[in-house]
Each structure stands twice: as C-alpha cells, then as structure tokens.
C-alpha cells in the first residue's frame, strides 16, 4: 500500500515569498513542506547563468533601499549597502532561513507535475506532485512561485533581421552587445541593469518606453542617504495628496531638479500621477542620458530588415533589439479551475472557490517591490489556515474582490496591465495589518512613550512597525531606530508652510498630471493674477508694518466694522482659527 504523507500545508516555491511563508506557518503550529524547483533557495534572486532558467542577471540589486525589503524581525547585515546585490540578497535569504530553521522543511530540485483537489478519508486535500512521483497530501495549498516574462507577439519583429533577445535570457555582458547599435524596448525592471552593463562597450544604445515612466531617484539630492528615507508615518501625514495620488513637495523636489516625470525627457513623459504610474528607481541612468550614451525614444512605428522607424519619424539601423517584456504570474501546474489571475483572488490572496488556496508575493506596490508586502500577507495566510482569524464567506469575497478591483483600477486608471496587481503601499498595508491586529496605535504609543512614539512616527518605512504593539519587541525596532533631524526640519518648515504652498500648487498645477513643471495652457495668465496676489499681500504685510498705515486701516474698519472689541472673543476666535485650519489643511 502506497504510503500517504498528510500535511498541513504545501507551499509550492521557496524563494523570498515561499521562505516568508513557511516561517509564518510554522509559527502558527502547522506541518509545512516547501516544494522548491531549483537545486537551492532564493527564487529569482538566485543568479542562475542559465538563459532558460528565471533569475536576475549577473549585476542586478535592489531597486529600493534595504529598509523596505527587509524582514520585520531579520535586520540586512549592517555592512550591506543601502541596495545590495543580488549576491548579498541571496545570502541574507539563506541566513533567513537557517536561523528560523526553515532548511528542513523544504525539498530541492523537486519541480511540481501535477496539483489536483481529492478526497481523501472523507475529507478534501490537496495532492501534490513532484517530478519524482512523489506525492504529498494537505489541507492547504499556498502559491509563492514568483513571475514569469510574458510571450511575446514575435509577428510585429518578423521582419527584422539583426538578433532578438528577451530581457530574461539576458545574464551578463558578453561579446555580441561590442560595437553593436543596441535597441532597448520596455521598462521593466531588468531593463536599466542591462542598458548600464552593455553602454561602455555597444556603439550606442536606444531605449523605447511606448507609454512614458516615473524615474526616481535612489539617493537624496544632498547626501548619500536614500531617497525612500524619506517614507515615515510622518512624511505621509504632511505630503499625501489623496486627490492626485502624490505627495507635496517630494514629487515637486523630483520633478525641480530633474524635469517632468523625473527626467525631463519629453519622449518618456507620462501623464500618470507620481504614486499611479510606472515608474523606475534608478535615477542614475539620467547620466548617462545626459552624457548622449543611451538615447531615449517613444513607440515604434515599423520595422524593416534592420531599420527602425519611431513615432518620431526617425529611423535607425539596430543591431541587436532587446525585448523587455513585463513579468506575469504562472500557474500551468494547477487545474484549470484555479487557474485564474491573482485580480479574483481576495485581497489578493484568497481563492474564492477555495480557501484554502493561497497566493503570496503577487501584489506590486507603487513604492517599493513585490517583497515589501510579502511578510504581511504570509502572516495573513498562516494565522487564517491556524484558525486564529476566519474569512468572509465566499460570496462577501467576491464581493470585496469586486470592489478592491473597481477601486484600484481606478487607482491606476493610466497603467495600461490587466494582470498584475498595482496596489498603493500604505492603503494596501493598513487594510491587512487591521485583518491580523497589526496596525501600529500609535495613539498607546503616544501614550506610554513620547519619545518612542516620535522615532516610530518618524523611521523609514519598515516591516518593523508592524510588531510595535507587541512591548517585548521595543527593544529590537528601537535600538537602531535614528531620527532623522534633517527630516525634522525639512517637515517642521514644511508643515508651517503648506497652506500657503498647496494654495500656489493647485493654482499653478496641471490637473491632467499633477505636475508644476508642465502646465495648462492658460498658465502664463494664472502666473500673472498669481503675482497680482502676492502684491496683495504685500501690501497687506505692508498696512500692518507701516505705523501711520495701520491706524489708518484701523480708523477705517471701525468705520464699516463698528467697535473691534466686539471681536476679542477668545472662544470665537479659537473655533474659527481651527476652521481656517482645517480648511487650508483638508484635500
């Protein structure tokens, strides 16, 4: 008789969301086997020189600071960059791994054959599959098998004659890219790590972005600290702008010094808002744009032999043309009813035929990656498969299901993608970390620590914040927590100063894109009555300063206004001084 191993949960991949996962789940008390392709763990950020297999190439790091990424109760080595490498990353995994002792649950070299759904003893599970015929049953199925490059619709190329290479297949720098005119086609993540290794040796390098891109950069404009330092509790109190999906002044700060969009290159322009678009976290490409070594275009009109002709209605003759198509996730191992995009599941977790099917690491954050989210929703998964929290029923899923799409659709009206899930960072972080009762009180922690409360409110975005309700964990965020007092600064002046800045902002804005470098046409005439304003006040400033003008104003408002005692209410004028208040400060 065949014998049947019976677990609690199956997770199917072990790089960084599959390693999340199973940590969470044995946390909560489940039997848990991680069944991972590979011959070690790591995912995608195990480099892999083998073209056919799924891996960054040989150069690529982290596109966001190490504070994003990291685990909440796994700090990056102190030595490590602010973005370490794919090397660094692997070996932090590994480390993760071994110190959580999560090794022992995990079987190498094991590539899914086939999933189904059986009864087994009366009851349903899942039955799993490996290419060595081996099978494992469970309650629970939990996905974390990362992102596959798209297909690509090879007939608009076919007339091309130089080389095609998919971004996927490229691993490192190799002789071909010498001398060689190189196009450059998409955005996505790989594409600026490729144009950096192959720009000192290829003649020259084009790079079409069809729909235009967000560049942001990775350090702050003055010092060498991160530009996601500036991602606190704080920061987005003061700078949010829920209307156009921004933040005030950073946006502006990126779009001064460095045009619209963050680049100032009107062929990648884009119409998206700055927390609502595609955007890309590598501002140092802008010097080599600069420098004439990579040259930027729009879409592509046609191609002939080796000639490309842009919407521009330039042409050049390419050598080698690089397709960086978008990343999607695959399913092909799970039957066809469960099968389906990760836009059906709840919260983009939860499959609403089956609960006890899950998804990990499929959402895409407007600031950050993928990773910044898989911790939360790992947590998430664990302690509703432990029973600690129950799920709506299925039709309240699919109804949430509906409504979270209509919402981030609209959210992100102007990226044209219809499989993978764009999700803002903070709305998508609060809306889980309430499911699981991690949302940070900071009003408790206000309460019982000013000064903790202050570094917490004021600390980069971290995974950490999401165990501050638990005292025993205080030592372990706080004991590197600094507080920035640039930032301090920066907000104190800017919180004095929004009223007056947001008025200017949204009288000078361009409300298509939420930009202040770009504007309306009719913005030489608002700039004009803009300035009439500032005179006005001026001269009100004026009235105020000047003695003999003052009691004149005085003598005359006692004139229309009648005796100003009657105005020296002090409860009156509290409640409207905190109406103007709210009023300036309101969206």
């Known amino acids: 008789m065949e014998n049947i191993k019976v677990m609690d949960l199956i997770i199917i991949g072990a790089g960084w969301s599959g390693l999340t996962a199973c940590k969470y789940a044995i946390e909560n008390k489940l039997s848990v ?3 991972e392709s590979k011959k070690t763990i790591g995912g995608i950020w195990n480099y892999d020189p083998d073209i056919k297999k799924n891996s960054i190439s040989k150069n690529t790091r982290s596109n ?7 685990f909440s109760d796994f700090k990056f080595p102190e030595d490590y960059p602010l973005f370490p490498d794919n090397q660094q990353i692997n070996n ?3 480390s993760y791994a071994k110190t959580f002792n999560l090794l022992e649950n995990i079987k190498l070299n094991s590539r899914i054959k086939k999933v189904e759904k059986v009864i087994l003893n009366g009851n349903n599970y899942w039955k799993v599959e490996n290419n060595y015929g081996e099978k494992v049953f469970s309650l629970f199925l939990v996905i974390s098998t990362g992102f596959k490059n798209s297909n690509i619709d090879m007939s608009f190329f076919s007339n091309f004659t130089g080389s095609i290479i998919k971004s996927i297949e490229y691993k490192h720098l190799e002789s071909k890219f010498i001398n060689k005119t190189v196009l450059l086609i998409g955005e996505n993540n790989c594409s600026s790590y490729i144009a950096k290794d192959i720009f000192p040796y290829a003649k020259k390098i084009y790079w079409s972005i069809l729909d235009g891109i967000w560049i942001k950069p990775r350090y702050n404009f003055i010092g060498s600290e991160s530009f996601d330092s500036h991602s606190s509790v704080l920061k987005n109190f003061i700078f949010n702008n829920n209307k156009y999906k921004g933040e005030y002044l950073f946006e502006d700060l990126v779009e001064f010094y460095n045009g619209q969009s963050g680049s100032g290159i009107k062929e990648w322009s884009t119409n998206s808002y700055y927390k609502a678009g595609f955007s890309m976290n590598n501002g140092e490409i802008l010097e080599n744009i600069k420098m004439g070594n990579i040259i930027p275009k729009k879409g592509i009109k046609k191609i002939n032999n080796k000639n490309v002709e842009f919407n521009d209605n330039t042409s050049i003759d390419v050598d080698i043309i690089i397709i960086c198509n978008k990343s999607l996730p695959y399913f092909d191992f799970l039957p066809k009813k469960f099968n389906r995009p990760i836009k059906k599941k709840y919260k983009y977790i939860f499959d609403t035929n089956d609960q006890c099917l899950a998804f990990i690491g499929y959402t895409k954050p407007n600031i950050g990656i993928n ?9 998430y998964m664990a302690q509703v498969y432990s029973n600690k929290i129950k799920l709506p029923n299925n039709k309240k899923m699919k109804d949430v299901v509906n409504r979270d799409n209509i919402y981030w659709n609209k959210y992100f009206n102007k990226i044209k993608d219809n ?3 764009y999700v803002d960072l ?6 889980i970390s309430k499911k699981i009762n991690t949302n940070p009180d900071y009003f408790k922690l206000l309460i019982n620590s000013p000064t903790k409360w202050w570094k917490a409110i004021n600390m980069p975005y971290n995974n950490s ?3 501050i309700n638990n005292t025993d964990k205080h030592k372990e965020i706080f004991m590197n927590c600094k507080t920035n007092n640039n930032n301090l600064l920066i907000y104190s002046i800017a919180l004095i100063i929004k009223p007056f800045y947001k008025f200017t902002r949204n009288y000078l804005v361009n409300k298509n894109n939420n930009s202040i470098i770009t504007t309306d046409e009719n913005y030489q005439e608002k700039k004009k009555k803009l300035y009439i304003f500032i005179i006005f006040l001026l001269f009100i400033l004026l009235i105020y300063i000047v003695p003999e003008w003052n009691i004149y104003s005085k003598n005359r408002m006692k004139y229309f206004l009648g005796n100003l005692d009657n105005y020296k209410n002090k409860k009156f004028n509290i409640i409207f001084l905190l109406i103007i208040i709210f009023l300036l400060y309101s969206d």
């Open 64 to 70: 966001v600071s190490k504070n994003y990424i990291e």
């Open 33 to 35: 086997i991680v069944f």
């Open 419 to 421: 499989y993978n899930c």
């Open 465 to 467: 914040r999401y165990l």
């Open 92 to 94: 932090y995994l590994l």
């Open 371 to 379: 990773q910044t989210l898989t911790e939360l929703q790992a947590n």
């Open 426 to 431: 903070n709305i998508y972080s609060n809306d």
